[in-house]
T-cell receptor, first 117, second 111 residues
């Protein structure tokens, strides 16, 4: 079964509105979660690393005020795209790795497709 | 700089044929290497994991190899099926926590 659950799978919103995407770790407590963005036919691009109980670490070029990340619990991280515009339309994926496990096991969510009209 | 390169960028083969995808990396310190399969519009799914001491590992029709000396890995797909059409991503882990992604290889299997 799924280890990481993402919701919603797809969302369509009007330009200027905000959209929240949830990422849940189902089988273990995830102190760290990763958020990626993927444009059509391109590779995954890491946006930010979400750390439970502290501020997220954003990759260069990613606007932290536009992509709000909250990791308030050990099983849930949320990504909020604020004031979305058509260029934010993309496939957003989260992943996490079991803590204290050094095998490098990364579990991915099913992804959330955002379309901004 | 930690980097992962993959080749070819895209590949088209006929159903039933075999193919090999390549991954070269410059990640240090090396912890492990994973191959993921990503179907269009889905999240990546792990195929194999290779640690430093492993040379070959199979998962059904998928066989991964690792040469830690030359820092190269390959993913061999045998008797391809239409459902193998996907992107294959090589991910190298440093210290088991930092993950470096390759750009992926887009495989199309035609009937």
């Amino acid at each position: 079964g799924a280890v990481v659950s993402q919701h919603p799978s797809w969302v369509i919103c009007k330009s200027g509105t905000s959209v929240k995407i949830e990422c849940r770790s189902l089988d273990f407590q995830a102190t760290t979660m990763f958020w990626y963005r993927q444009f059509p036919k391109q590779s995954l691009m890491l946006m930010a690393t979400s750390n439970e109980g502290s501020k997220a670490t954003y990759e260069q070029g990613v606007e932290k005020d536009k992509f709000l990340i909250n990791h308030a619990s050990l099983t849930l991280s949320t990504l909020t795209v604020t004031s979305a515009h058509p260029e934010d339309s993309s496939f957003y994926i989260c992943s996490t790795s079991p803590p204290r496990l050094t095998t490098g096991e990364l579990f991915f969510g099913e992804g959330s497709r955002l379309t901004v009209l | 700089k930690n980097q992962v390169e993959q080749s070819p960028q895209s590949l088209i083969i006929l159903e039933g044929k075999n193919c090999t995808l390549q991954c070269n990396y410059t990640v240090s310190p090396f912890s492990n290497l994973r191959w993921y399969k990503q179907d269009t519009g889905r999240g990546p799914v792990s195929l194999t994991i290779m640690t430093f001491s492993e040379n070959t590992k199979s998962n059904g029709r998928y066989t991964a190899t690792l040469d830690a000396d030359t820092k190269q890995s390959s993913l061999h797909i045998t008797a391809s099926q239409l459902s193998d059409s996907a992107s294959y991503i090589c991910v190298v882990s440093a210290n088991g926590q930092n993950f470096v992604f390759g750009p992926g290889t887009r495989l199309s299997v035609l009937p």
